[in-house]
């Protein structure tokens, strides 16, 4: 069956590090990723997105990884900084379909 | 505009009342989405709706019936709910082109609460 899951419930970082959320999917037939970010008591805010004829995605201090080899994505934050202090989920979409299926989420807690 | 709205934004209801959910967006997307959020959870699928007709029911129970009226509207009407029903109640739309859909933008959410 379909499945995104996520490595680490929760990950800690400094102000001004980088941070690395990782994901893994299982349907190979897979065709879109999507990282969103979650704050309290709002909808799923776009981050970046990536197309499996792609491994390496660049935003504004966003870089999303994609190995379909392995089957896992990655969300990297450069100088993390308060502001990005929330829950973040990677979602898959597989060609030809309309699912948009969530993996569990990371929650991310940036420190002074 | 490209946002999803969606109203009410907090809904507190009786498990004998009849309410409704509702979604709009202007982007020209022709696929409109619900999904169903726990608390610490990620976003469950309920219905997909694709050019207006129901493309997909996640074995929702009857007690939820969506709607979409028009290409820009979805609506959702709750019956006979129970508190385990209570959740942040999302909204969402894509520009499906036919091979894969992109464009996924998601509401605020309706927060639910059954009494």
């Known amino acids: 069956g379909e499945s995104v899951g996520l490595h680490l419930p929760t990950l800690s970082v400094q102000e001004g590090d980088n941070s690395i959320i990782n994901c893994a999917y299982s349907n190979s037939a897979s065709d879109y990723f999507i990282w969103y970010k979650q704050e309290s008591g709002k909808g799923p805010q776009f981050i970046i997105d990536i197309r499996s004829n792609m491994d390496k995605r660049q935003g504004q201090r966003v870089t999303v990884l994609l190995n379909k080899t392995v089957k896992h994505l990655s969300l990297q934050i450069a100088a993390t900084q308060p502001g990005d202090s929330a829950v973040y989920f990677c979602?898959?979409?597989?060609?030809?379909?309309?699912?948009?299926?969530f993996g569990t989420g990371t929650r991310l807690q940036v420190f002074p | 505009d490209t946002e999803v709205t969606q109203t009410p934004k907090h809904l507190v209801m009786g498990m004998t009342n009849k309410k409704s959910l509702k979604c709009e967006q202007h982007?020209?997307?022709?696929?409109m989405y619900w999904y169903k959020q726990k608390a610490k959870k990620p976003p469950e699928l309920m219905f997909v709706?694709?050019?207006?007709?129901?493309?997909i029911n996640e074995s929702v129970p009857s007690r939820f019936s969506p709607e979409c009226p028009n290409s820009s509207l979805l609506n959702l009407h709750l019956h006979a709910l129970q508190p385990e029903d209570s959740a942040l109640y999302l909204c969402?739309?894509?520009?499906?082109?036919?091979?894969?859909?992109?464009?996924?933008?998601f509401g605020s959410g309706t927060r639910l609460t059954v009494v």
């Open positions: 709706y694709s050019y207006e007709k129901l493309s």
């Open positions: 969402a739309s894509s520009q499906t082109t036919g091979a894969t859909n992109y464009g996924y933008t």
């Open positions: 982007m020209g997307h022709r696929a």
């Open positions: 979602a898959e979409n597989g060609r030809n379909t309309d699912k948009l299926i």
